[in-house]
Nanobody
Framework: QVQLVESGGGLVQPGGSLRLSCAASGRIFRIGAMAWYRQAPGKERELVAGITSESSTNYADSVKGRFTISRDNAKNTVYLQMNSLKPEDTAIYYC???????????????WGQGTQVTVSS
């Protein structure tokens, strides 16, 4: 079994910052790409940022220059540093991680439970 535990969400004023964390634990042999998605009320889930196992990154246009994704392979953890937050960043943020649970096994997508980020004055 694999678990993803997210933390760091909350209420912040426009222009503020938050740092999200997502730690993977359990039966982990190898971790591939890691990513953050978000879903606002009434909208579809969208990719916010992704990072490969070689630490190449990509970002949604709406967050470029404001958000930074990083990973700590020793801790099986992915982070999302969010700066200059805007009300339109309000959403539930989910981490997504590709994990292989044994030698020779394929990578499989796992999702965190989600953490609420609210940007409001």
């Amino acid at each position: 079994q694999v678990q993803l535990v997210e933390s760091g969400g909350g209420l912040v004023q426009p222009g503020g910052s938050l740092r999200l964390s997502c730690a993977a634990s359990g039966r982990i042999f190898r971790i591939g790409a890691m990513a953050w998605y978000r879903q606002a009320p009434g909208k579809e889930r969208e990719l916010v940022a992704g990072i490969t196992s070689e630490s190449s990154t990509n970002y949604a246009d709406s967050v470029k220059g404001r958000f930074t994704i990083s990973r700590d392979n020793a801790k099986n953890t992915v982070y999302l540093q969010m700066n200059s937050l805007k009300p339109e960043d309000t959403a539930i943020y989910y981490c997504n991680t590709a994990i292989a649970t044994g030698w020779g096994r394929s990578l499989y997508d796992y999702w965190g439970q989600g953490t609420q980020v609210t940007v409001s004055s």
